[in-house]
């Protein structure tokens, strides 16, 4: 089918421009990819179907407020970033920035768990196992997996395939991107274009997108590549990545918001193989391949981010071995109690709480650099967001 090649020859193509060294090795392009893999990660997987099922035709449009919004509040995390470099220093800062380290590290407990679920239920999807039984017992293992290897040998050995992991990704979303464009050119050629009503309106509407945040997280972590990038090389890379991720987004969500119906496929985690085997038959069997090696390195990065923390904050009366069990213990607890959509929304929660708490830093060092007063309350505005999304986002209804 043209399709199958026209995806893999994508696929392929982008591979291959990945691992030439000049662009694997350069250090801008390095910098890059840490928070653009982040922020189109498992979020790919699964908005596609989330926003089209909840928003109908005005989907694309949802997209662009998820996008807007991640880039304000990278805007906040940028000017702390410059703030940083200048060595600025105030008490008020130093307690924000106190919590907000607490809630970044509860944050990456929640994502673990958000990117195991989505591990598991991807694993079993195309075997005869496929069961949310069994999906949790899938997940459960590699939690456990995880423990071991975290406590016995550390994480330094899985860490190596991130690389490999992100660019293999990024390669296959350019091929479904080249899959879909080519099936919604067709459906349009023969007039099957459609424009879905939203199922969700007013309060719910605006609730539910705030339950989705963490689909378009990731942007932060250029603010912690400090050791190997200066600050200036960080606020570019963190823009940069949001604005490719954007238009991959938009390209994607707008892709697939016109060319199928709410009853053409049943809401899951894994929804998106069933609307992507109607696009071409190798798409399914890429994006589990995607998906497996992304949540993978993903959950391995969070859970050592998340340990590190735990140990920073309590000055190592809490080590290494132990903040691991403890995040392991709580994404069990997460597995065995919660729905994905349930736990993408109290991962999305905590990040807002943590984006608002860096907005809050941010009005401060706007106020000490002589800002605006209307860039300093457009801070202070996002703070607020921050607060208002931890109260009020919801997980979709399935």
């Known amino acids: 089918m043209i399709s199958n090649a026209l995806i893999l020859f994508a696929t392929f193509l982008i591979t291959v421009v990945l691992f030439i060294p000049r662009v694997a ?14 922020i189109i990660g498992s979020g790919f997987l699964i908005l596609g179907p989330i926003l089209n099922q909840a928003y109908g035709g005005y989907a694309p449009l949802v997209m662009v407020a998820l996008c807007l919004v991640a880039f304000l509040f990278g805007s906040a995390i940028r000017l702390n970033i410059q703030a940083y470099s200048r060595q600025q220093s105030d ?46 017992l899938l997940t459960t293992g590699v939690f456990l997996a995880i423990l071991i290897v975290g406590w016995t040998r550390g994480f330094s050995a899985l860490e190596r395939m991130e690389q490999v992991s992100v660019s293999l990704k990024i390669a296959i979303i350019a091929g479904l991107i080249a899959g879909l464009a080519l099936f919604a050119g067709e459906q349009a050629l023969d007039n099957q274009v459609v424009f879905n009503p939203a199922q969700a309106s007013d ?26 990038y200066d600050a200036q090389s960080r606020i570019w890379s963190m823009r940069f990545a949001q604005y490719l991720s954007t238009a991959i987004y938009i390209t994607y969500i707008a892709l697939i918001a016109y060319v199928f119906r709410p009853e053409d496929f049943s809401l899951s985690e894994t929804a998106i193989i069933d609307m992507m085997g109607v696009v071409a038959p190798v798409l399914p069997v890429l994006l589990i391949i995607a998906a497996l090696s ?38 069990l607890v997460l597995t065995w109690s919660a729905n994905i959509f349930e736990i993408v929304s109290y991962a999305s929660r905590a990040f807002a709480l943590y984006y608002g708490l860096q907005s809050a830093i941010a009005a401060q060092h706007s106020s000490k650099m002589s800002h605006s007063r209307f860039k300093t309350a457009g801070y202070g505005l996002l703070a607020l967001l921050g607060l208002t999304i931890t109260i009020f986002g919801t997980p979709i209804e399935t």
């Open 294 to 331: 992304a949540q993978f390195s993903a959950a391995v990065a969070d859970t050592g981010g998340s340990g590190g923390l735990v140990v920073e904050l309590t000055r190592g009366r809490i080590t290494t071995p132990y903040a691991y069990a403890l995040l392991v213990i709580a994404g």
């Open 25 to 38: 090795n350069n250090s801008t392009w390095r910098a890059t990819i840490t928070p653009l893999a982040s």
């Open 203 to 228: 309060w719910s509407a605006l609730t539910l997108a705030f339950g989705l945040i963490v689909t378009v997280q990731g942007f932060e972590t250029s603010r912690y590549l400090g050791a190997e």
């Open 91 to 136: 008490p008020v800062v130093i307690k924000l920035e106190n919590l907000s380290s607490w809630v970044l590290a509860f944050a990456y407990i929640i994502s673990v768990a958000y990117y195991l679920n989505l591990f598991g239920a991807f694993g079993i999807r195309l075997t005869s196992l496929a069961n949310p039984i069994y999906a949790k």
